[in-house]
């Protein structure tokens, strides 16, 4: 595959840890929220190993913020959620699928309730500060809408607890999954959440200071050589195994979440009010017409830069994959796909051309670890 390079810009930012990165090695970058993410440092499965058994950390500012604050706050992130938020508490996260009025995805954010009226978005890859602010126009919501200056730095892997418990004291550590709170570093305070884009545990820090940010960036890695800590980012290999969804690549606005397997945050029996509610009890009451599946393809290697049909036995088109890689852990490929009913039944078999190759693949369920 040709390597082609990204032209930086003023409308694709680089984040204040652009520098370092790209000291340590940065091989390869997306974007994301018009910012610069990075993509690879270097070999995917060496990458792969060493965040399933040691620490490392990300540079995730691209993961960008949409803060609602004012009286109405809580009402119009409610509106725009399928998730109940009425008994939700301050100090926590959580993962909220935000959709439109006829129920299609229009982002999968962790929010954070930073008190009663004051939410933060945590968005994934689309414009949710535009719609956030439609609606609140629309409604003449009590608010205010902005994209405060948070630059977010991952602790992730198996070792990110001895880590961050070195520089912040044992209290981190006990957090429970997806809580937040304060922590001090340098005199300054910093919010800290139990989160990741991985299944390997670890930390998500919500850096505001950008001074303090980067003074804690490279104590992480002082601190962090006994643990043998890298540079890294939001591993493919891992991501896949673990299903963990990716906006844009995986689900879109096409989708509705009851389709992308995410109906424990489909909250229909609820009085709450949001967007879409009607039309995804419709969807509910008739049954899904096509649903998101675990694949396993008889291959060694694959590149999924655009949906790649899967056809039956009689070479008819019965969904398509969004996202692939070799698993080193499987030993083939492995990867994300909407299934047409009837054909999202587990150990459904079917073909799939790869490079003007024909290869063989049957469906499974997510996640596959």
Same mark, same amino acid.
């Given at each position: 595959?040709?390597?082609?390079?990204?032209?930086?810009?003023?409308?694709?930012?680089?984040?204040?840890?652009?520098?370092?990165?790209?000291? =340590?090695?940065?091989?390869?970058? @997306?974007?994301?929220?018009?910012?610069?993410?990075?993509?690879?440092?270097?070999?995917?499965?060496?990458?792969?190993?060493?965040?399933?058994?040691?620490? =490392?950390?990300?540079?995730?500012?691209?993961?960008? =913020?949409?803060?609602?604050?004012?009286?109405?706050?809580?009402?119009?992130?409610?509106?725009?959620?399928?998730?109940?938020?009425?008994?939700?508490?301050?100090?926590?996260?959580?993962?909220?699928?935000?959709?439109?009025?006829?129920?299609?995805?229009?982002?999968?954010?962790?929010?954070?309730?930073?008190?009663?009226?004051?939410?933060?978005?945590?968005?994934?890859?689309?414009?949710?500060?535009?719609?956030?602010?439609?609606?609140?126009?629309?409604?003449?919501?009590?608010?205010?809408?902005?994209?405060?200056?948070?630059?977010?730095?991952?602790?992730?892997?198996?070792?990110?607890?001895?880590?961050?418990?070195?520089?912040?004291?044992?209290?981190? @550590?006990?957090?429970?999954?997806?809580?937040?709170?304060?922590?001090?570093?340098?005199?300054?305070?910093?919010?800290?959440?139990?989160?990741?884009?991985?299944?390997?545990?670890?930390?998500?820090?919500?850096?505001?200071?950008?001074?303090?940010?980067?003074?804690?960036?490279?104590?992480?890695?002082?601190?962090?050589?006994?643990?043998?800590?890298?540079?890294?980012?939001?591993?493919?290999?891992?991501?896949?195994?673990?299903?963990?969804?990716?906006?844009?690549?995986?689900?879109?606005?096409?989708?509705?979440?009851?389709?992308?397997?995410?109906?424990?945050?489909?909250?229909?029996?609820?009085?709450?009010?949001?967007?879409?509610?009607?039309?995804?009890?419709?969807?509910?009451?008739?049954?899904?017409?096509?649903?998101?599946?675990?694949?396993?393809?008889?291959?060694?290697?694959?590149?999924?830069?655009?949906?790649?049909?899967?056809?039956?036995?009689?070479?008819?088109?019965?969904?398509?994959?969004?996202?692939?890689?070799?698993?080193?852990?499987?030993?083939?490929?492995?990867?994300?796909?909407?299934?047409?009913?009837?054909?999202?039944?587990?150990? =459904?078999?079917?073909?799939?051309?790869?490079?003007?190759?024909?290869?063989?693949?049957?469906?499974?369920?997510?996640?596959?670890?």
């Amino acid at each position: 595959m040709k390597i082609f390079s990204i032209a930086k810009s003023r409308r694709l930012r680089s984040t204040p840890y652009t520098s370092r990165i790209e000291k =340590q090695g940065v091989t390869a970058y @997306t974007s994301y929220n018009h910012m610069l993410l990075p993509a690879a440092f270097g070999s995917l499965e060496d990458s792969y190993y060493h965040l399933k058994e040691n620490v =490392q950390v990300w540079d995730v500012a691209g993961e960008r =913020q949409v803060e609602i604050i004012g009286k109405d706050a809580s009402k119009l992130v409610q509106l725009m959620t399928c998730r109940d938020l009425s008994k939700s508490k301050v100090g926590r996260c959580y993962y909220c699928p935000i959709i439109d009025n006829e129920g299609g995805l229009i982002n999968d954010p962790v929010i954070l309730k930073l008190n009663e009226n004051r939410w933060w978005i945590s968005i994934a890859d689309s414009d949710v500060i535009l719609f956030a602010k439609g609606l609140a126009i629309g409604n003449n919501f009590d608010v205010k809408i902005f994209e405060p200056n948070v630059n977010i730095l991952a602790i992730q892997g198996p070792k990110s607890y001895k880590l961050m418990e070195k520089i912040f004291g044992k209290k981190i @550590t006990e957090m429970k999954f997806f809580g937040f709170d304060y922590f001090e570093f340098v005199d300054v305070k910093h919010l800290i959440a139990k989160s990741g884009w991985s299944k390997q545990g670890g930390y998500e820090v919500y850096v505001e200071n950008t001074k303090a940010g980067l003074a804690l960036y490279d104590e992480l890695f002082e601190i962090g050589k006994e643990f043998n800590v890298k540079p890294g980012c939001p591993n493919l290999i891992e991501r896949i195994e673990s299903a963990l969804l990716s906006y844009g690549n995986d689900i879109d606005n096409n989708d509705n979440p009851l389709e992308c397997g995410l109906d424990k945050y489909v909250d229909l029996d609820t009085d709450v009010n949001f967007l879409g509610k009607e039309i995804l009890k419709e969807v509910k009451k008739k049954g899904i017409k096509k649903k998101l599946m675990g694949v396993i393809i008889e291959a060694k290697e694959i590149n999924v830069s655009k949906s790649i049909d899967l056809i039956d036995k009689k070479n008819f088109k019965i969904g398509e994959l969004r996202s692939g890689v070799y698993s080193p852990h499987f030993k083939k490929v492995i990867g994300i796909a909407m299934l047409d009913k009837p054909y999202f039944e587990v150990s =459904q078999t079917f073909k799939i051309s790869i490079n003007g190759n024909i290869f063989e693949g049957k469906v499974c369920d997510l996640p596959f670890i």
